[in-house]
């Protein structure tokens, strides 16, 4: 079936009259108009081709650019070497972006994509994205703006990097430039973002971002109020507001010129909007008519870039109407003959070679114990964040109220003195925000370890993580990484200071996200060793890691009795990046936790201990990888596991290392007790619903006897906190 816009661009060139008189020559010559034309023709024969590839089976991507090929003009008007995060209809702009770097095929690429061919050159068939290293296009799969608060970030770390002497993939003076349309402008995470780049330039930080809205009036079938865009970014103080038609090839190239200057020069961010329309709707499987009327979709048409780009080339006499569909049909004919080349390229053809961009750990390294004067978990973390800044002139550390204050429990006091205002800074209260300036940095070379203040808060944000920098290397194939390590103080039992959004004690959204690594420890030392391992995975392989804190154990000093010191560690030596840690040598039972969980069991062990249950305690410390064969190894030793875990018994950390038991076979008795499933109350009511030492010990005796419920009957081995056995 024939597409409308295709029959509608053939038969208006070919009606076009020569003019009696070329038109006077425009400030962009012929020649410039014909090469930005054929990055045009490419990307809508591209838009076609994707919808006859589906229509035979061959092709899985159908969302194209038909009707945004004014994009072109704002490639033209950057560089090459500009970093761009770009729209996914942002066809002509990546055809004229890889017109200005010679040497690759990009017309091919796009076509790999659509067929998820294996050898496609930056995803490898995992989906169909523009990007590119050699053409500092970053890859993005977004289609709701999670891809404006990384783009926050790349024009933050070009200015940052220059003020500390270091090095970036792009110039001192590069522009940053990011793609969206009018639907994806009203997100949530887009808002946040822009408000962030405006914020920045209110404070005089330089921040060059270039934000282009290509505005087609719809998302979807969600109509956009007219003029709406225009009403709500066209005014505000601190960002710059251009606007263009952008089926207006010439005027597009003209504004998209001028707001580049004006960004490259001032360092301050910009909003291009460009006017645009949506032609052969939002994807292949899209039926336009069931929600626009024939009227709204001819008006459409008759705006359409690439007509209005042959009637410019015909009325300046830089081609006749005849030569202009000669060039129509012979793009049509190359696309087509590669299309035919590629469409049965070889896919991905297992599981390990799907997942070969999600980096396996580092070798995990030998462990080595401190020395020195022994200090608390808060005290351990806030000296390995000092010494690594000494150490790592790349490395910064930032969030909410983390330098002048020092961070809310301390944690950061001292730091802002030790490394100065450029390397550890106060954010705004945007977990997006402080996450996209993470995503940022990291592509620009550097460590970045932001904190996240509470872990309820990085819900708010959790898809910075999960979309954005746990996917980039996925999407591009390991070409591109985000290195991180996110600080983020979590879980319960903070005494006199509660409620849930001080005392979150949920990790199962974090738990599913394949590469991520989650450290959680428990002790000063491990605090010390495992944060440096963060900071090693993230350096040299590009993990991002979420270093989880247990609040509640920041400045603990003892163990069994006050004043006996035994949670104080001296704050050095190495940790194994996915290694246990075991504690004694019982016979009778293991008891498997993490975090608060460890201390509670060493106390309830000891007490367990007097009647008789000899107990090994192992501390899984790594949630994600798992530290699996160290569990199966003390699992064995003993032949009977309990999980305490914290965490909530569904969705929570348990669950993951019973069945870690069940998938190596483990044939011995296996309990757990955990939080119950609910949200962590103020005061004294959350010991009713969290893990205790009383639940710990009263679990591990009905284990041990064969007798999970104290009824004699082995039920599922589960036992939760707030429900206490008979």
Wanted: glycine share 10%; hydrophobic share 45%; aromatic share 6%.
């Amino acid at each position: 079936m024939s597409e409308p816009a295709d029959v509608h661009f053939v038969e208006t060139v070919a009606s076009l009259a020569p003019p009696a008189e070329p038109a006077p020559p425009g400030p962009v010559d012929d020649a410039r108009l014909l090469e930005l034309f054929d990055a045009q023709l490419g990307s809508r024969h591209l838009d076609l081709a994707a919808r006859r590839l589906r229509s035979q089976g061959r092709g899985y991507y159908t969302i194209g650019s038909a009707g945004h090929e004014g994009n072109a003009a704002v490639a033209a008007a950057l560089r090459p070497d500009d970093p761009a995060l770009l729209h996914y209809r942002s066809g002509a702009f990546f055809l004229e972006r890889a017109r200005q770097v010679p040497g690759g095929d990009p017309l091919r690429d796009v076509l790999l994509g659509l067929v998820a061919a294996a050898e496609e050159p930056i995803a490898g068939g995992r989906h169909k994205v523009f990007g590119s290293h050699r053409l500092h296009v970053i890859p993005q799969t977004s289609t709701i703006a999670s891809h404006l608060p990384r783009a926050l970030g790349v024009a933050f770390a070009i200015e940052r990097a220059a003020r500390l002497g270091l090095g970036t993939p792009w110039p001192r003076d590069a522009v940053a430039v990011c793609g969206f349309g009018d639907a994806s402008a009203n997100h949530s995470t887009a808002a946040g973002a822009i408000n962030a780049a405006v914020n920045c330039g209110y404070q005089g930080l330089p921040l060059p971002l270039l934000l282009v809205c290509e505005d087609n009036g719809i998302g979807i079938s969600v109509r956009t109020p007219p003029g709406w865009i225009r009403a709500a970014y066209g005014s505000r103080p601190g960002l710059a507001y251009f606007h263009a038609d952008g089926c207006d090839l010439a005027e597009a190239l003209a504004v998209s010129a001028a707001a580049v200057a004006w960004v490259r020069e001032r360092r301050r961010p910009a909003f291009l909007h460009l006017r645009t329309v949506r032609l052969m709707g939002h994807a292949g499987s899209d039926v336009e008519s069931s929600y626009r009327t024939p009227a709204e979709l001819a008006a459409d048409l008759e705006r359409d870039p690439l007509v209005r780009t042959a009637r410019l080339l015909v009325a300046r006499g830089a081609a006749t109407p005849a030569e202009v569909v000669d060039r129509y049909e012979a793009k049509r004919a190359e696309v087509t003959a590669l299309a035919a080349k590629v469409a049965d390229a070889p896919r991905l053809a297992s599981a390990a070679a799907v997942m070969a961009p999600l980096a396996a750990a580092p070798a995990p390294a030998a462990e080595t114990r401190g020395s020195g004067e022994p200090v608390t978990v808060a005290r351990a973390v806030n000296r390995t964040l000092g010494d690594l800044l000494d150490e790592r002139p790349g490395l910064l550390v930032f969030g909410e109220d983390v330098a002048r204050k020092g961070g809310v429990y301390g944690v950061t006091r001292g730091l802002l003195r030790r490394a100065g205002a450029a390397r550890v800074f106060d954010t705004i209260l945007d977990e997006q925000s402080v996450l996209g300036l993470a995503l940022g940095l990291g592509l620009a070379g550097m460590l970045p370890v932001p904190e996240i203040q509470y872990l309820a808060y990085l819900h708010n944000a959790a898809d910075q993580i999960r979309g954005e920098a746990a996917t980039l290397p996925f999407f591009s194939a390991g070409r591109y990484r985000n290195p991180m390590v996110v600080r983020v103080p979590g879980y319960a039992y903070q005494k006199g200071f509660g409620g849930h959004f001080h005392n979150d004690n949920a990790v199962a959204a974090l738990r599913d996200i394949p590469g991520l690594v989650i450290a959680s420890p428990a002790r000063p030392d491990d605090a010390a060793g495992m944060l440096r391992a963060c900071a090693d995975a993230a350096e040299t392989a590009g993990r991002v890691c979420v270093f989880l804190e247990p609040i509640a154990l920041y400045h603990v000093r003892d163990l069994h009795e006050e004043g006996d010191g035994g949670w104080l560690a001296p704050a050095g030596g190495t940790v194994a990046l996915g290694r246990a840690r075991t504690y004694g040598d019982g016979r009778d039972l293991t008891i498997a936790t993490f975090a608060n969980g460890l201390r509670m069991s060493l106390r309830a062990a000891r007490r367990l201990a007097r009647a008789g249950v000899r107990c090994r305690v192992l501390d899984l410390r790594w949630l994600a990888p798992l530290p699996a064969d160290d569990l199966l190894r003390e699992a064995r030793a003993t032949g009977a596991v309990l999980v305490a875990d914290e965490t909530r018994r569904t969705g929570g950390v348990s669950e993951a290392v019973l069945t870690a038991l069940a998938d190596a076979g483990f044939r011995g008795r296996a309990a757990r007790v955990a939080s119950a499933d609910s949200f962590v109350p103020l005061g004294d009511a959350a010991d009713h619903v969290l893990l205790s030492e009383s639940a710990i010990e009263e679990a591990a005796l009905r284990l041990v006897r064969d007798d999970p419920y104290g009824d004699g009957a082995y039920g599922d081995g589960e036992s939760t906190a707030g429900s206490p056995p008979r």
